[in-house]
């Protein structure tokens, strides 16, 4: 069993830099196919979704290399447009290929994602988007057949926000024939990056930041070097860690533009921090107080994927708290093993309720990338020893959070 051993109770006071961001990278990787030609991407995540992304664009005749963390990928030729089921099924994000895809071979086999642990993840408003654009879809044996004549332009109104969705449609969109028009696109920070680095790569899209894209269709992409940013989850999963154990911390080079929210909410808690020169340095001694009331919203609002997170520093809280989750509908799987190491926590439809206390120290299992990163944190906040399972969940987007959590100050390991 692969595991994460964590000695409780420890405060932090050390200093971590920030990875690549794992949801920056991926829809960036798909994007390289787009270019008949050479992209290179500084500052990957050495993470198992990236790998497992390579191992996919590699499947579809793609070249790959490392070279210390920047990732080169090789598009000039591709020899086909159908993602392999067992890669694909193992990532519900390899969807984003649906775009490129369309974009670079006006067809794209998918394997359908199916829900994970934290909910359905339909995908209809990805294929409303697409078919807004010329793409046509089918699906048979538990595959999506997509194909266009052209990608052309065309307007596309979102009635609700979806990040997958927006980034598929700027995809289709980037090389297609004439001008798209996107409203009601997600405003997250990734869809910015993504479109940051379509324009280097020679795109033409206005509007980044904005609900509303338009993109002029450039007949082709050119080969361009670019960074991943930091990672704003990993950031405030590390803000989340000085939190619980009362302690300090230096974050280098993390997105603080990207962490309004989850900065906020720290400072309600207790928490106190200065940014400077690159450097965000935490204060967390007082850091104990619960919230009455917080929930997660798209961008800006607070980040569904640092809810779990957060819900195992209010759980080590002085007092009661309430959060609640609005992006998906079942994102309070890891309560029960929270519970089992002493958290009071009633959830009630999509709200959790917290009384803080003392957790005490266990074995837990990590069922998911997010809800095992709480345990970690639950861990460091609890009284003795905790032993997470399944820390392949954690791998899929922290590069290796026992080596940044050690830089600051724990006493984790791997086991
Ligand atoms: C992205 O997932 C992220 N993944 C998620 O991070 C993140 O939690 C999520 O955005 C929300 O911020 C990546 O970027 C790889 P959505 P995505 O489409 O694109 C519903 C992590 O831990 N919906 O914005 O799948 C959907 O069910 C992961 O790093 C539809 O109804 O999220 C959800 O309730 C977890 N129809 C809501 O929209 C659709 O066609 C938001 O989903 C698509 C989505």
């Not at 697409?130 to 009635?159: C, N, S, V, W």
């Not at 409203?183 to 990056?193: A, F, L, T, Y």
């Not at 603080?256 to 940014?275: C, D, F, S, T, W």
Request: hydrophobic content about 40%.
């Amino acid at each position: 069993m692969k595991g994460i051993r964590i000695t409780g109770q420890i405060p932090l006071d050390g200093e971590v830099r920030i990875q690549g961001s794992k949801n920056a990278a991926l829809p960036v990787m798909a994007a390289a196919l787009l270019n008949r030609g050479t992209t290179v991407l500084k500052a990957c995540p050495r993470i198992t979704d990236v790998f497992l992304m390579e191992k996919i664009l590699r499947g579809l005749g793609a070249g790959t290399r490392w070279q210390g963390d920047s990732l080169e990928i090789s598009a000039c030729q591709i020899s086909g447009c159908q993602v392999e089921r067992e890669l694909g099924e193992k990532m519900r994000s390899s969807i984003v290929l649906l775009g490129s895809l369309l974009g670079r071979c006006k067809e794209a086999v998918l394997p359908f994602p199916g829900g994970c642990v934290i909910g359905a993840r339909p995908i209809d408003l990805h294929l409303r988007a697409l078919e807004a654009l010329g793409a046509e879809f089918a699906e048979q044996d538990g595959r999506l057949y997509g194909r266009t004549g052209k990608m052309k332009g065309g307007t596309i109104l979102f009635p609700k926000s979806s990040v997958g969705a927006t980034e598929n449609a700027v995809l289709a969109a980037v090389c297609g024939e004439g001008t798209s028009v996107i409203r009601g696109c997600s405003r997250e920070p990734e869809v910015g990056w993504l479109c940051r680095f379509l324009n280097q790569a020679g795109g033409r899209i206005s509007g980044i930041g904005t609900s509303c894209l338009v993109i002029q269709g450039v007949p082709k992409l050119h080969d361009t070097v670019f960074t991943i940013p930091p990672d704003r989850i990993a950031a405030g999963t590390y803000v989340c860690a000085s939190a619980v154990t009362r302690g300090k911390g230096i974050l280098i080079e993390p997105p603080v533009k990207e962490m309004k929210a989850l900065l906020r909410a720290y400072e309600k808690i207790g928490g106190q921090y200065v940014y400077n020169s690159g450097k965000l340095f935490l204060c967390s001694q007082k850091a104990s107080r619960p919230i009455q009331w917080l929930e997660t919203q798209i961008y800006p609002g607070f980040p569904t994927d640092l809810q779990s997170i957060f819900l195992a520093v209010l759980a080590c809280a002085e007092g009661d708290s309430r959060i609640k989750e609005c992006i998906f509908e079942d994102r309070f799987k890891v309560v029960p093993q929270l519970r089992r190491m002493g958290a009071h926590i009633e959830v009630e439809e999509q709200t959790a309720r917290v009384r803080g206390g003392t957790l005490r120290g266990t074995r837990v299992k990590a069922e998911e990338l997010r809800g095992g990163a709480a345990l970690v944190i639950a861990g460091l906040g609890a009284q003795g020893e905790t032993y997470v399972e399944n820390r392949e969940f954690m791998e899929r987007g922290y590069e290796d959070i026992c080596r940044d959590l050690n830089c600051l100050g724990a006493r984790v390991r791997k086991d």
